[in-house]
Structure formats: C-alpha cells, structure tokens
C-alpha cells in the first residue's frame, strides 16, 4: 500500500531540511503520539549523515514518547543531501516499509515537501493494511503540521 502526503512549508529549503534530518526535528514531528529513538551507536547521526546503503540498527519508536512498541530496522537506500533520502527497512509490524521524502525549493522561498510511504505488513496484520494507511495518512498530516508550526 502506498501513502503520499504533499505540504509547502514557510521556510527556505536549507532549513527545512536541516530540521527534518535531525533527530530532533523527527520527534518534534512525530510528538505528542510517539517518538523515535536511533539505534545504538548511531546517535550521533543525522540522516544525511548515515552511511547509505548499510543498516543501522534499531530505532525503537515509543508511544507517547515512553512505551516501546515497534522498531524500525533503519536503512538510508539513497540520499541526495539537501534534497531528498529514501529509507528502505524493516519493521516489527512491516514486512516492507519505505519512506520517501523529498524537498523542492519553490519560486517564493517557501519549500515543497512530499512523502512516500510504501508499506505491507506482516502476515497476521496483513487484513489491516486499510487501517494502518488511514493512521499513517494522518500521522503524516500531523508532521508536516508539526514540521510547518516549528517555522511559524
């Protein structure tokens, strides 16, 4: 199943992706309903900084920033620094997840980002998948909500 979400953010390109790359800015997106952690050793990292191609490790994502309930076996597949990352993983619950987001600088100074959730859950959740594309579609809405506040 594949989610998309497109929003135009108030802020130049390079600021917008200095914040969504940094582990801060991740949670301060995904907050109050979970946060992520990065996995052991990679803490340090940004997601323009990981090496591309190799997996990471564990990024356990809490429900309301305490409650471990799924991890994402983390892998950056592509990047194209300032612009653009693909994460190809695993999850728990995902058989295949993929996030996509891009950024496109727009004529005003504003920046256009878009997301690309590429999901199939495991077999027991596979009759789920509607579901989880609704709550996905939201939690995606929120964060670029979240994403656009930070710049007001």
Not at 54 to 63: D, E, H, N, V
Not at 66 to 88: C, M, N, Q, S
Not at 122 to 133: K, L, T, Y
Request: hydrophobic content about 40%; charged content about 30%; aromatic content about 8%.
């Amino acid at each position: 199943m594949i989610i998309e979400r497109e929003s135009t953010i108030d802020a130049p390109i390079d600021r917008v992706w200095d914040r969504v790359v940094s582990p801060e800015g991740i949670n301060d997106e995904l907050r109050p309903w979970l946060t992520m952690s990065l996995p052991r050793g990679a803490e340090s990292f940004t997601v323009d900084t990981v090496p591309v191609g190799k997996p990471l490790g564990r990024a356990w994502l809490r429900l309301f920033g305490v409650l471990p309930f799924d991890y994402d076996a983390l892998t950056i597949a592509e990047l194209d620094r300032g612009r653009r990352f693909h994460e190809k993983s695993t999850m728990l619950s995902m058989r295949r997840w993929e996030h996509e987001r891009t950024l496109t600088a727009c004529d005003d100074g504003r920046t256009r980002i878009r997301d690309r959730i590429t999901f199939e859950p495991r077999i027991p959740m596979a009759w789920m998948a509607p579901v989880i594309g609704r709550v996905l579609h939201a939690l995606f809405g929120h964060r670029h909500r979240r994403l656009q506040r930070h710049f007001d």
